[in-house]
Every structure is written in C-alpha cells, then in structure tokens.
C-alpha cells in the first residue's frame, strides 16, 4: 500500500541553524501538507500545498518557515533559523483530491526535531 | 473561534465496547476524521463522516450529527492493540487544501 515517507527520522541541531525536513508524497496525490505536535500536545496544522503555491498557512508558520517541491517527487519544510521551541515532531501530510472522501489526508511517520 | 473537545483518557476491558465522544465548534465544516495515534507514531486514518449518520467499517464505527456538533468513535471487540491516543479532526473549509483542527485526543488503556 503507498505511503508517504520522512527523512530523517530524527534530527538534533543547535540553534539558530538551518533544518530541512523531507518527505516524499504518495504518487497520485495532489495536495500536501505539514503539521507539527509539541510533545504531549495536539496536533497543529502548520500549511497546505497545492499546484506549485501554499493555499494556506496558519500563524505558526512565519517568515523562517518555508515550503518546496523542487521535483516531482520530493515536497520540504525549510526553517531558517531554528528556535527553542521548534522541538516538535513534524508530520508530512498528503490528501489525493480536495472533494469527498479523496480529501482524507494520509500522514507520513513524522520527523522528530530537537533543538538544544 | 475553533474548538474540539474530547475526553483526555478512558479505560476499558478487552472483549468491550467502547465510545470516545467528540464535540465541536468550528467556522465551517466539511467533514470530520478520526484517526487512531499509537505513542510516537504518526496519526493513522480510521473514519471519515460528512453526512449525518452512522458509518461502520469492521470492529470500527464512527457517527456525526452536524446540527449538535457532535460525532463518537465505537470501537467493538476491543484488543490490547487498541490501546493508543485517538484523535477527532474537523475539516472546516471546502477550499482545496483545507486544513484539518485536531482535538488533544483521547488516551484509551485497554486492560486485559
């Protein structure tokens, strides 16, 4: 069965550096998405992607954060200069169409991001 | 604003029947989501409902009603591996792309 995949599994980095977080879609699917969730805590939409552009983003999502698909394949989130508070597990998020039940949204198994 | 509420944990027996509810206040509404999060591991789809009613598929059903802002889980024939955080998501735009608002999940302990 297709799945969306992440990588890497885990990554620790200092500070105010630079992460990129990659994920690669399933095939067919036409919308994607990222998501975050801070440990014990709900899972947050961070923004959707769709024909090349961001159709949505929410506030956490600020000017650090950016987003890619720089192939066919391939779909980044970008932070710029990572913060303390963007230890989180971040979730890659694709859905096949944005009608019925095409707009189910499948979840690849997350990045686990640590900044010290 | 968005809100989703849900019970923070419950406990039940092996072999049981149990119903995690879910309610709601969104801006808009195009469709609700449960997906079932063992610790550490990404969301995993279970159900999906857009019209008032009862939707079954196996030992799971899930159940909207759109005028109270209310939908449940069902979960039959419960087993060890059952034991996971089981979120609620509301969709609430019919925009492309629309983001899904999660709730904190319900944290079930299934108990032999």
């Known amino acids: 069965e297709p799945e969306v995949t992440q990588t890497p599994s885990h990554q620790v980095t200092q500070m105010g550096q630079e992460v990129i977080l990659r994920c690669v879609p399933i095939?067919?699917?036409?919308?994607f998405y990222w998501y975050r969730q801070i440990l014990g805590q709900k899972v947050e939409f961070l923004v959707s992607f769709y024909n090349n552009e961001i159709s949505e983003k929410s506030e956490i999502f600020d000017d650090q954060f950016s987003v890619e698909r720089p192939d066919g394949s391939n779909f980044t989130l970008k932070i710029r200069s990572t913060k303390l508070e963007d230890s989180a597990m971040y979730f890659c998020?694709?859905?096949?169409?944005?009608?019925?039940?095409?707009?189910?949204?499948?979840f690849g198994p997350g990045t686990r991001l640590l900044v010290l | 604003g968005q809100n989703i509420d849900q019970p923070t944990e419950m406990t039940a027996t092996e072999g049981a029947i149990v119903q995690i509810n879910c309610t709601y206040q969104?801006?808009?509404?195009?469709?609700l989501f449960w997906y079932q999060q063992h610790a550490g591991e990404a969301p995993t789809f279970l159900s999906y409902?857009?019209?008032?009613g009862l939707e079954e598929k196996g030992r799971f059903s899930s159940f909207l009603s759109r005028s109270k802002g209310y939908s449940y889980l069902l979960l039959k024939e419960l087993q060890m591996k059952d034991s996971a955080s089981y979120l609620c998501a509301v969709r609430d735009q019919y925009n492309q792309g629309g983001k899904l608002i999660f709730g904190q999940g319900t944290e079930l302990s299934v108990k032999p």
């Open positions: 095939s067919n699917h036409l919308y």
């Open positions: 998020a694709s859905s096949q169409t944005g009608t019925g039940m095409g707009k189910t949204q499948y």
């Open positions: 969104t801006s808009g509404f195009n469709g």
């Open positions: 409902n857009v019209l008032d």
